[in-house]
C-alpha cells in the first residue's frame, strides 16, 4: 500500500499519454476558466500593466538617464543585489544546516530543532526586525547590556541576520524532502567500495544535491529583495528599491519615480522567479531506476558535535527573538523595565487596535477561501483541462508571488486609485485610497487573494500531479460532469493540499505587508502597517503585543482551518496508477 | 545478446583462489517495532565454500535481504558471527570489508559518468592514475560497456546500467560478491540473459557470491546451491535438484514449483522409502528421514509427474476443470484424496480431455516424495515481493 499523500519527494517519471486525454469542455470548464482568468487579470495582469505604461511613459524616460548616471541610484540598485545575495546565501547554508542535522546526524533533539526551524513560517513582519533592534541592537539587551559593546545593526549586517533568520525555513523545509529523497543504496554502494563518511559526503552525498541548491537559493533571492518591511524597519542608512520605491509613493507622492524603480525591481525579481521554476522543473536524477532501498546510516562519529552546535547557535538565536516578541509583550519596557504588564495587549484588543485587528481579521477571512478554491482550481485547469494556454495561466497565476509586493501595491495604486470613466458614465469608482468604496478595504482583498493563489496554486498541482487522470476519466465516464468531478473526486482526494493552501493564505494574508501598506486608508486599518508606525516611533512594547496577537490570530485560524476541512487524512491507493501522469 | 568477448580476464585471479570461504554462525537479527520486537534473521547457519553460487531464496519478508546486509555491514546482527576465511568480521565496517554489492537498485551514481562510476572505489583507494584506467577498461571491455564510458546512468538501458553496477562492484577485486536481487528490474527476456552472463563471469573468476532473490526460477537456474528461507529460518540449504525433488518440509515443496500433497500413513519405512496407500494403489516412494512408519506424512506428487488416461467407468478420478497454455495442459482432477493438479506438458492436439471425463491416474513413485509436517491448504503465501 502506498500513501498517496505526502507526495514522494523524488520527481515522477512523466510519461508521454498515449491515449488523447477528453477534450469535451462543458460549461463548467468555460465558466471556471473565464472566472480564474477574470482573478488574475484584476488582481495582477491590470495593475503590472498599469505600473509598466507608467514606467514606460514618455515622461519617465528621462528618469532611467538619471538613474544610470546617479551615484546614489545605482548604490540601491547595488544595496538590493547584495542583499538579496547575501541573504540567498545564508538562509540556504541554515536550511541546508538544519536539513544535514535532521536527517544524517545520530542526535538528540532533533524533533526540537524541527520545530524551532519551523517558527519563522508564522512570523509577523517587524516581529524579528523588532526583537533583533532590541536585543542585538545599539543599546540591545545581549550587545549592550550583556557584552557591553557599541553595535549597530541597522543596515546590511542586520538586514542579512533577520531576512536569513526569517526565510531559511522555506529552504530548509526543501532539503529536507530532498535529503530524504535521496536513494540510501547510493550511500550504501560507496561504503561497500570503500568511502569514509567525508568522502561519501563529498563525492556523493554533496553533488547530488548541489543542483537543488540553486532553487530555494534564488528563491531567497527574490524574497530578500523584495522584502519591504524589514528594510523600513532595520535598514537605517541602507536603502533598497523596494524601500526606495516606497518612499517615492508615500513620501514624495512621485508615482512616476516609483514605477521606474518598481520596474527595476521587477526585472531581476522575475528573471530570478523564472529561473528558480525552472530548476525545479528539470528533472533531476536521484535515482535512475528501481525504488530506493537499504538504510540511511547516521552519522555516530565525533563530527556529529560541531555540527550540532552550530545548528543549536543558530537556533538559540531563533528562539532568543522570538521569545524576546512574547516577553517584549508583557513588559513595561523588555530589557529596561522588566516590570510584567498588560498595558499593550490592552492597547492593542481593547485600544486602538481593536479595529485593525477586527478589519484585518475580517478581511483575510474573506480572501481565504477565495485564494484557496481558486488556487486549486487553476491548479486544476493547468494540469488536467488546458494545454497550449496552460503555461500562461500557470505563469499569470504566480505573478503574485513572483512580483515584489510593492510593485504590485504600486500597480494598484495606479490602475484602481482614479474613477474609471467612460464618457461621463463611471464604470468603476477608485478601489485605492480615502474615498474610494467600502473603504478601500476591496483592494485590500483582491491583493490577499492575489498574493495567496500562488501557494494553492503550487501545493494543488503538486497533488494533482501525483493524482491518477484515470480517476477523473472514470468519473466523467460515469457520466459526472466536469464541475462535479472537480467537486465530488478532485476537492476530496486533494484535501490536504487544500488544506495546507488555505493555512498558507489565511497566514500570508494576515502577515501581508509590502502590497497592503499602500492601500490601507483611514477606514480600513490593517494589523501589520500598525506595527510598522509602532516599531517606529520606538513603542516595542505595543508592537510585540500585535506581533503575538497577530500570531495567536493566526494559529486559531489554522485550527479552524483543519476543523472545516478534516485533518490528516490518510488515502490509501487501491492500485497503481496507470503508468502516465498529465502533461 | 549481451556475450562479451570470450577469452579475457576481467581482473587477474589473485593468489590463492581458494579465498572466500564465508562462515554464517547462529545470525540473528531482531528489529525493534511498534507491536515489539520482530526477529527477520532467526539463527541462521550457514557455509559457503570458497567460488560458490549461493543463493538465497524465499518469499518477501523471509530476512534473506537482512542477511546479505548484515554480510554487507550495512545491518548489525543482534547476535551470531560472520567468518570470512576464518576470521571474525563482525566488526569490521563496511568500507573495509572486501566484498562488492550490486544493488537492486543499481545505485549508480547519477553524477557520475558510466566510467566515473566504475572507477569509483579504486579512485578512493588512491590507485595510480594509469592503473586505474587500465582496470576500468578491461572491465568495460569484459562487461561489454566499451563506447558508453562517458555516458550518464540515466542515457542507458535497463541492461546496460545492470552491468555497470557488476563491472563496479568486480573492479574492486572482492573476494566475495553480494547480490540484492540484481534482476528484478528488467524484462523477462534481458533477465535471462543477465543470468546467464553472471554465472559465466563468476565461474571464471571464482568469486564466492551470495545472492538475494525471491524468483525461484533465478534460484534454480544459476546456484549451485539454494538457501530456502522463511520466516527468518533457514529451511532448506541443497543444490536446486535437491530443493526440487526431495523438499525438506512442506513449505519447500509447496514454494518451489508446484506440488500436490496427499495424506498418507506410511505402513514402513526402509532404506529411505516408504511404503504408503495412495489413490488405490500401493507404492514405494523415497521418503525424508524423519518419516516414521505409522504416522501420518504427505506424499508430494509434482503436477507434471502425474499422467491421466480417459478411462470411463473404471476412471478414480474426474476432471473438473481445463486449462490450455499451448504448450501445456493443466487439469484439476477431482479424487477421493482431493483435487490433484495435473499438467500435461507438449499436450497432443487429439486427446486433450474434455471436463467430466473420467479418469485413470499414474503416478511416478520415483519422481515422488514422502515428507512430514503440516500442510494448511492450496492457499499459500504468494512469493512476491
Known amino acids: 500500500m502506498t500513501m498517496l499523500v505526502p507526495p514522494p519527494p523524488a520527481p515522477v517519471e512523466t510519461a508521454p499519454s498515449n491515449r488523447p486525454r477528453r477534450r469535451s469542455r462543458d460549461v463548467g470548464v468555460t465558466v471556471a476558466l473565464v472566472a480564474s482568468v477574470l482573478l488574475v487579470a484584476v488582481g495582477s495582469v491590470v495593475p503590472l500593466t498599469a505600473m509598466l505604461s507608467t514606467a514606460l511613459s514618455g515622461s519617465a524616460l528621462p528618469r532611467y538617464a538619471q538613474f544610470v548616471t546617479s551615484s546614489t541610484d545605482l548604490a540601491i540598485l547595488r544595496n538590493t543585489l547584495v542583499l538579496g545575495l547575501l541573504v540567498g546565501a545564508c538562509g540556504t547554508a541554515i536550511g541546508f544546516l538544519f536539513a544535514f542535522v535532521q536527517t544524517r546526524l545520530a542526535v538528540p533533539g532533533k524533533r526540537i530543532l524541527h520545530v524551532v526551524a519551523l517558527l519563522p513560517i508564522v512570523s509577523p513582519p517587524f516581529a524579528v526586525a523588532t526583537a533583533a533592534i532590541v536585543l542585538y541592537g545599539r543599546q540591545g539587551a545581549v550587545t549592550h547590556g550583556l557584552l557591553g559593546v557599541e553595535y549597530d545593526i541597522y543596515g546590511l549586517d542586520g538586514l542579512v541576520l533577520v531576512l536569513s533568520l526569517s526565510l531559511f525555513p522555506v529552504a530548509y523545509l526543501g532539503m529536507l524532502g530532498m535529503m530524504r529523497g535521496l536513494d540510501p543504496a547510493m550511500e550504501e554502494a560507496a561504503m561497500n567500495m570503500g568511502a569514509s563518511r567525508w568522502q561519501i559526503f563529498r563525492t556523493v552525498q554533496l553533488p547530488l544535491l548541489a543542483p537543488g541548491l540553486a532553487a530555494p537559493f534564488l528563491l531567497l533571492f527574490v524574497e530578500g529583495i523584495a522584502d519591504l518591511a524589514n528594510p523600513l524597519a532595520l535598514g537605517g542608512d541602507y536603502t533598497v528599491l523596494a524601500s526606495r520605491a516606497y518612499l517615492a509613493v508615500t513620501g514624495e507622492y512621485d508615482t512616476t519615480s516609483a514605477a521606474v524603480y518598481s520596474l527595476i525591481l521587477l526585472v531581476p525579481s522575475v528573471a530570478l522567479f523564472l529561473a528558480q521554476r525552472y530548476w525545479l522543473g528539470r528533472k533531476i536524477r536521484t535515482t535512475i531506476t528501481g525504488k530506493p532501498s537499504g538504510t540511511v546510516h547516521l552519522i555516530t562519529g565525533w563530527a556529529r558535535w560541531p555540527i550540532l552546535a552550530l545548528a543549536v547557535f543558530v537556533s538559540l538565536i531563533v528562539v532568543s527573538l522570538y521569545g524576546t516578541v512574547l516577553l517584549g509583550s508583557l513588559t513595561r519596557v523588555f530589557g529596561v523595565d522588566n516590570t510584567l504588564t498588560l498595558q499593550h495587549f490592552r492597547e492593542v484588543v481593547l485600544g486602538a487596535g481593536r479595529e485593525a485587528l477586527r478589519d484585518t481579521t475580517l478581511l483575510a477571512a474573506v480572501a481565504t477561501p477565495v485564494a484557496g478554491l481558486f488556487g486549486l482550481l487553476i491548479a486544476w485547469l493547468v494540469t488536467r483541462r488546458l494545454r497550449r494556454a496552460a503555461g500562461w495561466l500557470d505563469f499569470a497565476g504566480t505573478l503574485g508571488v513572483a512580483v515584489p509586493g510593492t510593485v504590485l501595491g504600486i500597480g494598484y495604486l495606479l490602475a484602481y486609485r482614479p474613477d474609471r470613466y467612460v464618457g461621463d458614465l463611471l464604470v468603476l469608482p477608485g478601489l485605492v485610497g480615502g474615498t474610494a468604496i467600502a473603504g478601500g478595504s476591496l483592494a485590500i482583498v483582491l491583493a490577499y487573494i492575489t498574493r495567496s493563489v500562488p501557494a494553492g496554486l503550487r501545493t494543488g498541482g503538486a497533488a494533482l500531479t501525483q493524482l491518477d487522470p484515470g480517476l477523473e476519466e472514470a468519473s466523467m465516464n460515469l457520466g459526472a460532469g466536469s464541475v462535479r468531478t472537480f467537486r465530488r473526486v478532485v476537492v476530496p482526494l486533494i484535501r490536504p493540499a487544500l488544506l495546507t493552501g488555505l493555512s498558507y493564505s489565511f497566514a500570508r494574508s494576515m502577515t501581508s505587508i509590502s502590497t497592503v501598506i499602500l492601500l490601507v486608508t483611514p477606514n480600513t486599518k490593517i494589523i501589520t502597517s500598525q506595527i510598522l508606525s509602532a516599531a517606529n516611533t520606538g513603542r516595542y512594547g505595543v508592537a510585540f503585543a500585535y506581533c503575538t496577537v497577530l500570531t495567536a490570530v493566526v494559529l486559531a485560524g489554522f485550527g479552524l482551518i483543519r476543523l472545516l476541512i478534516g485533518g490528516a487524512v490518510v488515502l490509501h491507493r487501491t492500485a497503481a496508477p496507470t503508468g502516465r501522469t498529465p502533461r | ?385
Request: with cysteine.
Open chain 2, 1 to 385: 545478446m549481451t556475450t562479451t568477448r570470450s577469452g579475457e580476464r576481467l581482473v587477474p585471479p589473485k593468489a590463492g583462489t581458494d579465498a572466500g570461504a564465508l562462515r554464517l554462525d547462529r545470525l540473528t537479527k531482531t528489529f525493534a517495532s511498534k507491536s515489539g520486537a520482530v526477529t527477520a534473521v532467526d539463527d541462521v547457519t550457514l557455509d559457503v565454500r570458497p567460488g560458490e553460487f549461493i543463493t538465497l531464496l524465499g518469499p518477501s519478508g523471509c530476512g534473506k535481504t537482512t542477511t546479505l546486509r548484515i554480510v554487507a555491514g550495512f545491518e548489525t546482527a543482534t547476535s551470531g558471527h560472520i567468518l570470512l576465511d576464518g576470521t571474525s568480521i563482525d566488526r569490521t565496517p563496511p568500507q573495509r570489508r572486501t566484498m562488492a554489492m550490486v544493488f537492486q537498485s543499481y545505485a549508480l551514481f547519477p553524477h557520475l559518468s558510466v566510467g566515473e562510476n566504475i572507477a569509483y572505489g579504486l579512485k578512493l583507494r588512491r590507485h595510480d592514475h594509469d592503473d586505474v584506467r587500465t582496470a576500468m577498461q578491461i572491465a568495460l571491455t569484459s562487461m561489454n560497456l566499451v563506447g558508453l564510458e562517458n555516458r550518464f546512468p540515466h542515457e542507458l538501458s535497463g541492461g546496460q546500467q545492470q552491468r555497470v553496477a557488476l563491472a563496479r562492484a568486480l573492479i574492486m577485486q572482492p573476494t566475495v560478491l553480494l547480490f540484492d536481487e540484481p534482476l528484478s528490474n528488467l524484462d523477462a527476456k534481458l533477465r535471462g540473459a543477465m543470468r546467464a552472463e553472471i554465472r559465466r563471469i563468476q565461474r571464471r573468476l571464482g568469486i564466492t557470491s551470495l545472492y538475494v532473490t525471491h524468483d525461484q526460477d533465478e534460484a534454480m537456474s544459476m546456484s549451485d546451491r539454494i538457501v530456502v528461507m522463511n520466516k527468518g529460518r533457514v529451511e532448506q540449504v541443497a543444490t536446486p535438484a535437491e530443493i526440487y525433488f526431495r523438499p525438506a518440509t512442506i513449505f519447500v515443496a509447496d514454494f518451489i514449483g508446484r506440488a500436490n500433497f496427499v495424506e498418507v500413513v506410511p505402513e514402513q519405512v526402509t532404506d529411505g522409502a516408504a511404503l504408503v496407500n495412495a489413490l488405490g494403489e500401493r507404492l514405494r516412494v523415497a521418503a525424508h528421514p524423519a518419516v516414521r512408519a505409522n504416522s501420518p506424512a504427505y506424499l508430494m506428487i509434482r503436477p507434471e509427474t502425474i499422467s491421466l488416461q480417459p478411462a470411463g467407468d473404471a476412471g478414480i478420478g474426474a476432471v473438473l476443470r481445463s486449462t490450455f497454455h499451448g504448450h501445456s495442459v493443466d487439469y484439476e482432477v477431482e479424487t477421493i484424496s482431493g483435487t490433484l493438479h495435473v499438467t500435461e506438458a507438449g499436450p497432443d492436439p487429439d486427446a486433450l480431455i474434455d471436463v467430466g471425463t473420467n479418469v485413470a491416474i499414474t503416478l511416478r513413485p520415483d519422481r515422488s516424495y514422502v515428507l512430514n509436517g503440516s500442510w494448511t491448504g492450496p492457499d499459500r503465501t504468494a512469493p512476491t515481493d
